[in-house]
Every structure is written in structure tokens, then in C-alpha cells.
């Protein structure tokens, strides 16, 4: 698999016309876009992510439905419906998208990556059963669907139990914020 190629965006998220593979991005702490979809049910259910086994930043924990970078030249609503495809095998549209923010996510790691990430994050409704979905190998190890109630909890010990990316937390938060509007309306 080629590697990507990512435009570079400044510290406040505005386009800089350059572009870096993947891996330099990360090495050199380039700013860059992402994009994330978390989709939830009707019945109050948010789908969660577990990180495949293989991933360099905390392997095998509980995350995003799916997330991915921007590619160069790409929109974000573009790479959410990619992501979405490649990591659960799901197809959806712009339409079924529902953005709720862009989220500044700067983290460095003992293993000399820099994220300096703008998570552009999407709500969308996931209307087929989760045996529909098909998780990729590599990214993602598994899924499941979390009731609203019981990731509450999952979040509030998320620094001593290992399920959620801990550093995550207010992040997390946000979200459960926007999909209990969702299923509000």
C-alpha cells in the first residue's frame, strides 16, 4: 500500500498549499486534518472502535467509530466517507454526515510520532445491525455498540481501566454531548 500524501495546514487549520507523506508529517509534527465519523442508533447506541492490535499509538483500546487523515486534495466529508468504507465497509453519503466541530488533538509520543491533528467530527446514524460491518484488519481489531448509559461510566474510570484512550476524555465527552442532542430531536 502507497503511502499518503497529506496537506499541511497551519497552526490555526488554514490550508499552507504544501503537502507531506504520512510518515514526515508525524515526524516533523506537521499540522494536518482528520477526519472522524461516530455513528449511533436510534435505540441509543454509540458504535466504538477497538484499535487493532498493530497500531503504534495505543493499540487494542476503545475509540472513534472511524478516523482517518485527510488526504492532499481531499475534503473532509471525502475522507469520511473513505474512511468509512475502508475501515467498517460501509458505504454512506455526504448527506448521512452531521458535523459537530473541529477539535484541536496536539500529542506527542515516547515513540517520536507528533499528532498536531484537527479532528473535523461527524455524527451519523448507523442504520444497519453491526454484523453488516466489516472491521479492517490492521486498523481496526473490533466493534461494538455502547449503550449512552453505559459509556458514561466507561469514561469516567477511562484512566484506570483501559478501555477508552484516556487523553481523549474531554473529547469523549463532547461527542456523548452531541449524540444525546441527536437522539433528543
Not at 55 to 80: C, F, M, N, Q, R
Not at 114 to 134: C, G, R, S, Y
Amino acid at each position: 500500500m502507497e503511502e499518503e500524501l497529506i496537506d499541511i495546514v497551519t497552526k490555526e487549520g488554514k490550508p499552507t498549499g504544501k503537502t507531506a507523506l504520512k510518515s514526515e508529517i508525524h515526524r516533523k509534527g506537521y499540522y494536518h486534518n482528520t477526519a472522524h465519523v461516530w455513528f449511533y442508533t436510534s435505540k441509543g447506541e454509540v458504535l466504538l472502535a477497538q484499535r487493532a492490535a498493530t497500531k503504534a499509538i495505543y493499540p487494542l483500546l476503545w475509540d472513534v467509530s472511524v478516523a482517518g487523515h485527510v488526504d492532499a486534495g481531499e475534503t473532509v466529508e471525502e475522507a469520511a466517507i473513505r474512511e468509512t468504507k475502508e475501515e467498517i465497509g460501509l458505504t454512506i453519503t455526504e448527506k448521512d454526515l452531521y458535523k459537530i466541530g473541529v477539535f484541536e488533538c496536539f500529542q506527542s509520543y515516547p515513540n517520536g510520532m507528533v499528532d498536531n491533528e484537527f479532528h473535523h467530527t461527524f455524527l451519523a446514524e448507523l442504520k444497519v445491525p453491526i454484523e453488516n460491518l466489516k472491521p479492517q484488519p490492521g486498523e481496526v481489531e473490533a466493534l461494538e455498540l455502547v449503550t449512552v448509559e453505559a459509556y458514561k461510566p466507561l469514561l469516567a474510570n477511562s484512566y484506570t481501566n483501559s478501555y477508552f484512550v484516556a487523553s481523549n476524555r474531554d473529547y469523549y465527552e463532547l461527542v456523548i454531548k452531541e449524540v444525546y442532542k441527536k437522539l433528543s430531536c
